[in-house]
């Protein structure tokens, strides 16, 4: 056959041998596909171990055998013999997952507060706001004031921790109270009566907070002032009284007008076995608050002038509590 023969034939038979070089082409991408696959070695699945209840320590441990790997988060707890336990764990025991997944694990840090700390010297507002930090709504609360309070006498300010039982440092188990005794401040201490006549409203709230005086307001109109002004007083100038007494203070104040209202804001306060913290605010028609005064009371009348926009509010606060609002307005 010559060569001319063979090139009739393959010219004849050219279909024929593209098919056949398609199809052993596809059949070879198929079978190297397949050996690919079975080459690469796919992840074991594995079962979760359930490690709640444990310390991470062993926790590690078992999840490592299943060659799983554990991903840390850090939780206060309500109990002070937890530290270092497995709270809480993601998935779920008895999930099957890849190996080498990470397992999420929730750890106790113990609890929020495991000792007793040494609270004499400190005030007893303190300490009450201390605990409300601690244990917020859903916390169980480890340590609690035991009440009564007791107060005695004494030189340290009043409302300061004097003593205090169990000691610092002591162990806290469930449903400890502790004892607290306060300084309700020196017995029978005499102060001086300041000079107030003649003093306008920011006057009068500077000697308000500076004197251990509780001062009683008897308001009348003036017409012809332009501004509140302390016109007598029911003790003179200079004189001793006990501290804390009230003394009547007679003020006058102009007329109020629809933009400008002035008055006497009187609340009664409860009484307190020691002088408080009070604290009024006003809050302004355009929503701005600012503080009017604070001071210290033992509670009884109280009396603030003020002379406000309409519409203002004023914020009552007692030991950083509000306790009552008031609307000016004529």
Same mark, same amino acid.
């Given at each position: ?6 090139a ?40 979760v ?9 062993d ?10 790997y ?11 013999? =937890? $530290?270092?336990? !497995?709270?809480? *764990? +993601?998935? &779920? /025991?008895?999930?099957?997952?890849? %190996?080498?997944?990470? #397992? ?5 840090s113990g ?67 502790i ?17 107030m006549?003649?003093l ?25 002032? =332009? $501004?509140?002004? !302390?016109?007598? *007083? +029911?003790? &003179? /100038?200079?004189?001793?009284?006990? %501290?804390?007494?009230? #003394? ?29 913290k ?5 809050v ?7 503080e ?39």
């Open positions: 056959m010559g060569l001319g023969d063979i009739d034939s393959i010219e004849s038979n050219g279909k024929v041998i593209v098919i056949t070089s398609l199809v052993m082409l596809v059949f070879f991408i198929i079978v190297s596909t397949i050996v690919f696959f079975m080459s690469v070695k796919t992840a074991d699945q594995v079962l171990p359930n490690i709640e209840g444990e310390k991470f320590e926790a590690v441990l078992k999840l490592q055998v299943k060659e799983l554990p991903r840390l988060q850090l939780r206060f707890s309500d109990n002070t013999e =937890d $530290a270092g336990t !497995v709270l809480e *764990q +993601s998935p &779920p /025991a008895g999930t099957i997952v890849k %190996a080498g997944k990470r #397992i999420t694990v929730t750890v106790s609890a929020v507060l495991d000792r007793v700390e040494n609270y004499v010297g400190k005030t007893l507002s303190e300490v009450q706001q201390h605990f409300a930090s601690l244990f917020t709504s859903g916390r169980k609360q480890l340590i609690s004031i035991k009440e009564p309070i007791m107060y005695k006498s004494s030189s340290i300010p009043a409302g300061t921790i004097l003593e205090q039982n169990p000691a610092p440092d002591t162990k806290i188990s469930e449903g400890v109270f004892e607290f005794i306060v300084s309700k401040g020196p017995e029978n201490e005499k102060v001086s009566v300041p000079n006549e003649g306008k409203l920011d006057d009068i709230y500077s000697a308000i907070a500076q004197n251990k005086i509780s001062f009683v307001i008897k308001a009348e109109v003036n017409s012809s002032l =332009d $501004a509140p002004v !302390v016109v007598s *007083q +029911s003790q &003179p /100038a200079d004189s001793s009284i006990d %501290a804390y007494s009230q #003394i009547e203070l007679g003020m006058q104040f102009p007329d109020s007008t629809e933009k400008m209202v002035y008055g006497v804001y009187s609340p009664a306060l409860p009484r307190y076995p020691y002088p408080v009070v604290t009024v605010d006003a302004y028609p355009d929503g701005k608050r600012k009017l005064i604070s001071f210290n009371h033992q509670g009884g009348k109280c009396s603030i002038p003020y002379g406000l926009p309409q519409g203002t509010v004023l914020v009552l606060t007692v030991l950083n509590k509000q306790v009552q609002m008031f609307e000016v307005k004529q």
